[in-house]
């Protein structure tokens, strides 16, 4: 019997060399857009239009277009310095991805957050922690996509190559995982931690380090910037007041930072706008806890 894949929402204005089908109501299979046709983005978001599959057979096909178009839809966003756009086109495929999935029994293309970090043909795909830090707090899933989307616009700014791209997003992504064993009321508080609950935060580089190497077959690069995304190079971060950091966590550190103060507003801190957010993180540069160079990059990819 002939198989159909579902197409996932956010990935149906990527395809143009296959053909798309939709189910007719008595279940067969009818032709929706044929080879060489592309349905835009702008003309989707405009009408409603049923749930599409490819042929199983148009399956390899699919995923060679599939991860062409979707790296060149976001170097084309970030080159535009569409930085919202990025983060919302993330956001929907994060929330997507963690939706309850109906093809689970069916032939399925990868998940889109997958294929972005290169991770399409390892089970344990970033999905896995994706839904543990989802399971703990919705405020932390807006963090990691906001950090993730930026550490992208810096890649793709200064030329990184694909694989340095992936590296950083998933270290991006998974970065805070520790975080998923800490209690709910100390990730999402308005009020300022007090020292015992502060104490117990700190812990989260550990556990997650400790969370990706047991689980996983990473390059050792990414559970490091798990452990050393608060570290600070004049040594006053945690876990371990270290010196000399990874570069990846040097910059997931910095990114991280600016993330906290831009968008995520606790009550007895107000939400600071970019440019007095990146004044703010100047002086932190300034007191030696983040190389100059750095920073320098990183506000060269804001455009500020
Ligand atoms: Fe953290
Ligand atoms: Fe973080």
Redesign the pocket.
């Known amino acids: 019997m002939a198989e159909y894949i579902l197409v996932k929402k956010s990935q149906v204005s990527l395809f143009k060399s296959i053909p798309f089908y939709y189910q007719t109501q008595n279940g067969e299979y009818s032709l929706y857009k044929k080879k060489g046709d592309r349905l835009d983005e702008a003309r989707l978001k405009k009408t409603k239009y049923p749930d599409l599959y490819i042929f199983d057979a148009d399956r390899e096909t699919a995923m060679a277009e599939l991860i062409a178009a979707l790296n060149k839809d976001f170097e084309k966003k970030i080159a535009q310095g569409k930085l919202k756009e990025v983060r919302e086109t993330l956001e929907f495929i994060v929330e997507e991805a963690l939706a309850p999935g109906q093809e689970k029994n069916m032939t399925a293309l990868p998940e889109t957050l997958d294929i972005l970090l290169g991770r399409y043909h390892n089970d344990n795909g970033a999905m896995e922690y994706l839904r543990k830090i989802e399971s703990n707090s919705s405020i932390l899933v807006k963090h990691t996509v906001n950090v993730t989307a930026l550490t992208l616009q810096f890649c793709f700014f200064h030329n990184f190559s694909e694989s340095d791209t992936r590296q950083l997003a998933m270290a991006a992504l998974i970065?805070?995982v520790?975080?998923s064993q800490i209690d709910k009321t100390i990730i999402e508080t308005s009020k300022r931690l007090t020292d015992k609950q502060f104490k117990i935060?700190t812990t989260?580089?550990e556990m997650?380090h400790g969370m990706i190497i047991q689980s996983t077959d990473f390059d050792m690069a990414i559970p490091k910037v798990?452990l050393e995304?608060?570290e600070r190079i004049d040594g006053s971060g945690y876990p371990n007041g270290l010196t000399r950091l990874a570069s990846y966590s040097q910059l997931i550190g910095l990114i991280?930072s600016y993330e906290s103060l831009t968008y995520r507003g606790k009550a007895f801190r107000k939400v600071k706008k970019p440019f007095a957010t990146l004044s703010l993180i100047k002086e932190e540069v300034m007191r030696g806890k983040f190389s100059k160079e750095l920073f320098k990059r990183f506000t060269s990819c804001l455009g500020a």
Do not use: E, I
């Open positions: 970065h805070d520790g975080c935060y989260h580089p997650g798990a995304h608060h991280d």
